[in-house]
């Protein structure tokens, strides 16, 4: 058994079969979790994972590049070489965080997380002023969403892209459990992480080497197997195994192989440790 810690199933690029995409992963043995990035796609997460009794959850949050109005090209940030497809652009919406709206979806049983939140300095706005009042605007919202994770007694799905020393600094004093999804920090940084309690979630990324960003079978090799988390990012990330351009929480197994040939494990190793890391942070 796998389970996919992070599958956008509840995104556009699956109006048409998204209950196809959920029941291949199951009959393959392999359970999703879809978070939310902003109230609309937590929404949506919600009720999809309603119509199964087993293997399908939801998380609710608002992702930080909600925070701004901008057209988002994924091509452009994963510098990816592949036909572009109309799910690959989309609009963000300037959305403000309303608690009380979270919280109340957030009453689902199948709500296993906040999230996706956290804060991302990719889009960042040149000039101090501006850039300073961009960031307090992400962690004044990433406040928001641990206070309700911590009222709900849930963990967290953190984004984090450009700001791992930030993050760190941020969560520091806070009683949180939860997941740096997608990890590209440091070995240094994840060790912090680390003695915070928090896991790591894994996905497509993997497969490439990005000169920005640190050797990944580095970082997977000195992270202990109790704290990672497979994951798709899907649609997003296909890994190369999977010969298409939409991801989606099938192809997980392909994450599980990488991670134990970096590892020097077997696959039903990793499959077994990380599905118990998955079941014991989420309580599913």
Same mark, same amino acid.
């Given at each position: ?29 392999? +359970? ?14 919600? %009720? ?38 109309? +799910? ?37 706005? %040149? ?34 892209? %450009? ?99 970096? %590892? ?21």
């Amino acid at each position: 058994m796998l389970i996919d810690t992070h599958g956008h199933v509840n995104f556009n690029a699956f109006k048409d079969d998204s209950n196809q995409v959920l029941r291949r992963a199951m009959e393959n043995d392999i +359970w999703a979790i879809m978070p939310g990035t902003q109230f609309s796609t937590s929404e949506k997460a919600v %009720k999809l994972a309603q119509k199964y009794e087993q293997g399908v959850y939801a998380a609710i949050g608002l992702h930080p590049i909600h925070l701004e109005e901008r057209e988002v090209d994924v091509l452009e940030v994963q510098s990816a070489k592949v036909e572009k497809q109309p +799910w690959m652009i989309f609009e963000t919406r300037n959305e403000e965080f309303n608690y009380e709206k979270y919280k109340i979806l957030g009453q689902s049983k199948k709500v296993v997380a906040v999230g996706e939140c956290g804060l991302d300095y990719y889009y960042e706005p %040149k000039g101090k002023e501006k850039r300073e009042g961009f960031r307090m605007k992400q962690r004044t919202t990433l406040a928001l969403q641990i206070k309700l994770a911590q009222e709900l007694n849930l963990p967290v799905i953190l984004h984090c892209r %450009k700001a791992h020393d930030d993050l760190i600094g941020f969560l520091r004093d806070k009683k949180i459990r939860g997941v740096v999804h997608c990890y590209t920090g440091t070995i240094a940084q994840a060790e912090k992480f680390y003695e915070m309690g928090f896991y790591f979630g894994f996905n497509g990324l993997i497969f490439k080497k990005v000169p920005a960003l640190p050797n990944p079978s580095e970082v997977i090799a000195n992270i202990p197997l109790e704290r990672i988390l497979l994951e798709t990012d899907s649609p997003y990330l296909a890994p190369p195994e999977a010969k298409t351009e939409r991801n989606e929480p099938l192809f997980v197994k392909y994450i599980a192989e990488e991670i134990a040939r970096i %590892k020097k494990l077997s696959v039903e190793k990793i499959a077994t440790a990380t599905t118990q890391n998955a079941k014991s942070l989420f309580k599913i």
